[in-house]
T-cell receptor, first 113, second 112 residues
Framework: AQSVTQLDSHVSVSEGTPVLLRCNYS??????LFWYVQHPNKGLQLLLK??????LVKGINGFEAEFKKSETSFHLTKPSAHMSDAAEYFC???????????FGKGTTLSVSS | DTEVTQTPKHLVMGMTNKKSLKCEQH?????MYWYKQKAKKPPELMFV???????INESVPSRFSPECPNSSLLNLHLHALQPEDSALYLC???????????FGQGTRLTVV
């Protein structure tokens, strides 16, 4: 069955330093992968998506992710963290039937000044 | 218009009440979803509607009853809920099922 594993439940960085949020996927097919962000008491916002085009995907707010089939990974990065990046981040995969989105457990990003 | 609108934003209901959550989108999307999110947990899929037909029901108790009156609207009817059903209920839509989804702000439900 398709699934995603977010390798860190909590990541802490200082403002201005790089961000790395790790996600591995398990799938017997070529999946669609997404990163979503959720700020406290808010809905979910799509950061970026991979749908088998370019393996390096650029998203909003300076985030990007690289699809690596050999490593079954889809890690999210940002060169320089901003205080407003503090939020919950979810790595998401489409299910095998391609009919719904399945969420990873989430990574809480904290940014200190 | 890239919004998914959910009403109400907050709802407190007793265990014997009947209430409904509403969701609306005007992006021409043909798939709509209900997710349930408990505090500090990821969203869990409840229902998927594709072209106004229920395509996925993730073994959700019958006290939750979805309805899709037309391609823009999605309702979730609630009856005889339990306190453990208190959660954030998120509606989402996508062009077709399984593609990138746009989420509403959610309804914070408290069952007392």
């Amino acid at each position: 069955a398709q699934s995603v594993t977010q390798l860190d439940s909590h990541v802490s960085v200082s403002e201005g330093t790089p961000v790395l949020l790790r996600c591995n996927y398990s799938s017997s097919y070529s999946p669609s992968l997404f990163w979503y962000v959720q700020h406290p008491n808010k809905g979910l916002q799509l950061l970026l998506k991979y749908t088998s085009a370019a393996t390096l995907v650029k998203g909003i707010n300076g985030f990007e992710a690289e699809f690596k089939k050999s490593e079954t990974s889809f890690h999210l990065t940002k060169p320089s963290a901003h205080m407003s990046d503090a939020a919950e981040y979810f790595c998401v995969v489409s299910n095998q039937a391609g009919t719904a989105l399945i969420f990873g457990k989430g990574t809480t990003l904290s940014v200190s000044s | 218009d890239t919004e998914v609108t959910q009403t109400p934003k907050h709802l407190v209901m007793g265990m014997t009440n009947k209430k409904s959550l509403k969701c609306e989108q005007h992006m021409g999307h043909r798939a709509m979803y209900w997710y349930k999110q408990k505090a500090k947990k990821p969203p869990e899929l409840m229902f998927v509607y594709s072209y106004e037909k229920l395509s996925i029901n993730e073994s959700v108790p019958s006290r939750f009853s979805p309805e899709c009156p037309n391609s823009s609207l999605l309702n979730l009817h609630l009856h005889a809920l339990q306190p453990e059903d208190s959660a954030l209920y998120l509606c989402a839509s996508s062009q077709v099922s399984g593609s990138e989804a746009f989420f509403g702000q959610g309804t914070r439900l408290t069952v007392v």
